[in-house]
């Protein structure tokens, strides 16, 4: 049984070492999932895994959100192949700490983004095919330890706004329908559980501004460390 004194051994899914609890943090596009995680990266026995989106502006010179954003139904393969590759580095990243988050995970590209890519035409079949045997080769022979999902459910409204606010280039054509769909498959999958079975899940309203949420991320905090322990 995993302490939850920080020390200086390695935390590794793979290996013999201890495996760490593994949480992730999923919602909508501007959810706060980045915030919520910057809470937890203070505290000596988490260890918060660095988010992928930097990665995903910036391989090896492309901006492959951008092209994404820009011609998806060129681009969206290229895209989220390269995000299942990066989610699925950060899911093997060994740790030092008995918890491990993540922002986002391979699931969350897979049943929420790529879906809505084929659902709406914009990924044909045969892409989506290959996408999913790399997903599901990945899952048959690579552990992927999820252990609690938290869930920053937010109405799309409030995200299309704050997602207006922060103005992030690539994401000027985003619209209210897409993020209601994007919202519905987060839904489907971790509510109504329409994917499989789905580890335990911490649905905390995201809808609230920063300062009133801070009461929901101590709640959460007890949650995990009490699942931890
Ligand atoms: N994205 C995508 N497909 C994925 C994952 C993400 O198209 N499989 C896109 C949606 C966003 C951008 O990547 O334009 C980043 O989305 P995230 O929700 O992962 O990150 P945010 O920074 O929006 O999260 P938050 O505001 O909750 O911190």
Known sequence: RMTMESGKRVYNAFSIAPKPITVIVEGNIGSGKT?????????????????????????????LLEL?????????????SYVQLTMLDLHVKPVLKPVKMMERSIFSAKYCFVK?????????DAEYTVLTEWFDFIQETIPLQVDLIVYLKTDPQVVFERIAARGRTEENSITLPY??????????????????PVPR?????????????????????ETIIQKVA
């Open 179 to 196: 993020l209601q769909s994007i919202h519905k498959l987060h839904e489907d999958w971790l509510i109504h559980k329409k994917f499989g």
């Open 35 to 63: 915030t919520f995680l910057k809470h937890f990266q203070k505290l000596p026995d988490f260890a918060v895994v660095d988010e992928p989106i930097s990665k995903w502006r910036d391989c090896q010179g492309h901006n």
């Open 201 to 221: 899940v911490v649905t905390v309203d995201a809808n609230e501004d920063l300062s009133k949420m801070m009461t929901s991320y101590s709640m959460c905090e």
């Open 116 to 124: 809505n890519l084929k659902d709406q035409g914009l990924m044909n």
């Open 68 to 80: 994404m954003y820009k011609d998806p139904q060129k681009w969206s393969l290229c895209f989220q």
